[in-house]
């Protein structure tokens, strides 16, 4: 099922491949951009809540057929190898990254920091996009 310039939005509560990625809150897919909402809630396991940043070459692909987004904007996070400072293990922050438009399609997506990734980093596969689950917002 293919719809075109349409905006679509999709809620999730999915955490990545770690313990302590951020919670995948939405994905948002207009004409102009693909936009990914994260919430990320600091972990005892840090002192003074740890650090976040996301890696420049964060991109999207595309299961089936590989094709890949590259990042082009990021709002709420640094990028590498700058460094946002948590100030306790009670903080909290949302952010969004931006990528080219993909295409409005049913498809399941990988949104990937590193390649082989360690729990550390952001990578979440199998994120299913179905287009009759998405909310149209004008």
């Known amino acids: 099922m293919k719809q075109k310039n349409k905006s679509l939005v999709f ?8 313990r302590t990625t951020p919670k995948l809150l939405r ?5 102009e951009f693909t936009k990914i909402d994260f919430g990320y809630i ?5 002192i003074n809540g740890g650090w976040i940043k996301m ?3 964060t991109f999207i692909e ?4 590989k094709e890949r987004y590259p990042l082009t904007k990021a709002e709420g996070i640094p990028l590498a190898p700058i ?13 969004s990254l931006y990528f080219p438009p993909i295409p409005q399609e049913n498809c399941t997506i990988n949104i990937i920091e590193k390649i082989n990734g360690t729990p550390n980093d952001f990578n979440y596969y199998d994120v299913e996009l179905q287009l009759a689950e998405g909310i149209e917002i004008i």
Do not use: M, V
Not at 42 to 46: F, G, L, R, V
Not at 83 to 93: L, V, Y
């Open 55 to 57: 890696a420049p070459t």
């Open 11 to 18: 809620h999730y509560d999915s955490i990545g491949h770690g």
């Open 83 to 95: 460094k946002h400072n948590f100030q306790s293990k009670k903080d909290w922050r949302y952010f």
């Open 62 to 65: 595309n299961n089936i057929s």
């Open 42 to 46: 600091t972990n005892s396991i840090y």
């Open 27 to 31: 994905i948002q897919l207009t004409p």
